[in-house]
């Protein structure tokens, strides 16, 4: 049985990978779990291991990497980890700004890696046009570590953690775009992805909060942005017509836009002890957020081959969107999941005159682990459908229309607060990558190996680098080759 090493224990792998790689524990999987994280969580961490774990996990507090580098120290930390314990493979759950730093060393270490989306993300990138750049630079630098390193360890992977491409809904609609492109040599047209995470932040925890943070300088579409950026993607691989370029346009809103269109007095209205927690005035709020990351981005590309049009797309992120919240402090909360966010996501997927495709999973409360009545209707906790419909009268063959459904199609494996479609999908990717650990089993790079990820990785740096120049009163259309 194979050892294994997280990276980060956050709110997020906490709900994810830990109670998955205990699972796989109980049934002999794996053996054990060694933890690195943050002396800063020290306390927070010893806790839910003493609830939650077993004799099989051990924990490591490291101090933070400064200016993405590992000190000497970090290094040979890890290291003696790597060595002590005989560990092939690590999963990467940490913020998106360490994300570089531990790759880099895992890769070098020869490692299997599963990393979370983004590849990497920077300080203020929201404003600085450089860094929107150095996105690309990431990738190809990653790309090229771990090409080099495969010749000497070929059954290892490096897989960037994009479930929606395990999950049997969004399997179907490429699938169906595959079949209608054979018979007719027709892409996709047209896309309108729309996600929200509903994620209500009030003015202090805007400022003070570092999960999925603003404070930091950049937002959404380094959070939940990336997977729906990289699914639109991927959806549209396959085709002979490959695009050669990509035009890019974003809008977006920040943390002191966000208190124009609901503000303090709203605040104090809504809620009579608004001020016992919030502790700084509208002044300072608009002085201090001025450099805060995007909240919501609304994005528009076209995708080109010999400067023709072949794919219009938009992409419209919100953070700050419908919610359950009705409480004013997230003190004790799991900012994850456990503090009003509902998820709502649709596509709206064009192939010409021949095929339309309509995903839709909107939920309506939070999380419940207790509630099992009509999750799977419009409005549960595990809503997620797909419309296809064809154009019967250009191929008498083709149904009119098909519907399909997601309790149809997976099997519900994740349990208590971790559960959900896209959960048991993220499960799936983490058993693919273990299976690589004992046996070498490859199949996982079919959807998730990094190199599939470049375009995905360029519509993020496009979008960055047309905030950074809207920011600047300069021009905010980016052009990127493909």
């Known amino acids: 049985m194979e050892n294994i090493l997280l990276i980060g224990l956050g709110y997020h792998a906490r709900r994810i990978y830990f109670p998955i790689l205990k699972e796989l524990q109980q049934k002999k999987v794996i053996h054990k779990i060694f933890i690195v994280d943050l002396e800063s969580q020290r306390d927070t961490i010893n806790n839910y291991i003493l609830e939650n774990g077993n004799k099989k996990v051990e924990v490591f507090f490291l101090e933070k990497a400064q200016n993405n580098q590992l000190s000497r120290e970090i290094d040979s930390k890890l290291n003696q980890i790597l060595v002590t314990n005989n560990i092939k493979g690590v999963i990467i ?58 010749k000497k360890n070929p059954q290892m992977v490096f897989a960037l953690m994009a479930q929606r491409r395990y999950h049997p809904l969004f399997n ?3 699938n169906s775009i595959g079949e209608i492109y054979k018979q007719t040599n027709c892409p996709i047209t047209s896309i309108q992805a729309f996600h929200c995470d509903g994620q ?31 699914i639109v993607s991927w959806l549209m691989r396959g085709s002979d017509k490959e695009p050669d370029e990509m035009e890019v346009f974003s809008n977006f809103s920040t943390p002191i836009d966000i208190v124009e269109q609901y ?63 009705n409480w004013v402090s997230a003190s004790n909360r799991d900012l994850y999941k456990g503090n009003g966010r509902v998820r709502q996501e649709s596509y709206q997927i064009s192939q ?4 339309s495709i309509k995903y839709l999973s909107y939920q309506s409360k939070e999380v419940d682990p207790n509630l099992e009545k009509d999750i799977f209707k419009f409005g549960g906790e595990y809503h997620a459908e797909v419309y296809i419909f064809r154009n019967s009268s250009f191929n008498h063959k083709w149904k009119c229309i098909e519907h399909f459904d997601v309790k149809d199609l997976m ?9 959900g479609h896209q959960e048991d999908a993220r499960r799936e990717a983490v058993i693919a990558f273990v299976n690589n650990l004992i046996d070498g089993d490859r199949r996982i790079c079919d959807f998730l190996d990094l190199p599939q990820h470049e375009r995905s990785v360029k519509m993020v740096s496009g979008i960055y680098r047309s905030m950074a120049r809207r920011k600047k009163g300069q021009d905010p259309l980016v052009k990127i080759k493909l």
Not at 352 to 355: A, R, V
């Open 93 to 150: 759950s940490t913020e998106p700004l360490a994300h570089m730093v531990y790759a880099k060393w895992a890769i070098e270490k020869g490692l299997s890696v599963l990393m979370d989306k983004p590849i990497s993300t920077y300080e203020s990138i929201i404003s600085n046009e450089m860094y929107g750049r150095k996105l690309q630079l990431d990738y190809k630098e990653l790309s090229t570590k771990y090409e080099k390193t495969r």
């Open 172 to 174: 179907k609609i490429k």
């Open 200 to 230: 209500w932040r009030f003015p202090a925890e805007i400022i003070d909060q570092n999960y999925h943070p603003y404070n930091q300088g950049y937002g959404v579409c380094s959070h939940s942005g990336y997977h729906i950026y990289d």
């Open 263 to 325: 503000g303090f007095k709203d605040y104090e209205r809504d809620f009579p002890d608004f001020n016992k927690y919030n502790n700084y005035s509208l002044k300072d709020f608009i002085k201090k957020t001025k450099k805060f990351g995007e909240v919501d981005c609304f994005s528009n590309f076209v995708f080109k081959k010999r400067n023709r049009a072949i794919t219009l797309v938009d992409i419209n992120m919100q953070h700050n969107g419908f919610s359950q919240r």
């Open 352 to 355: 010409g005159p021949f095929q």
């Open 411 to 419: 099997s519900r494996r994740m349990k208590d607060k971790s559960r």
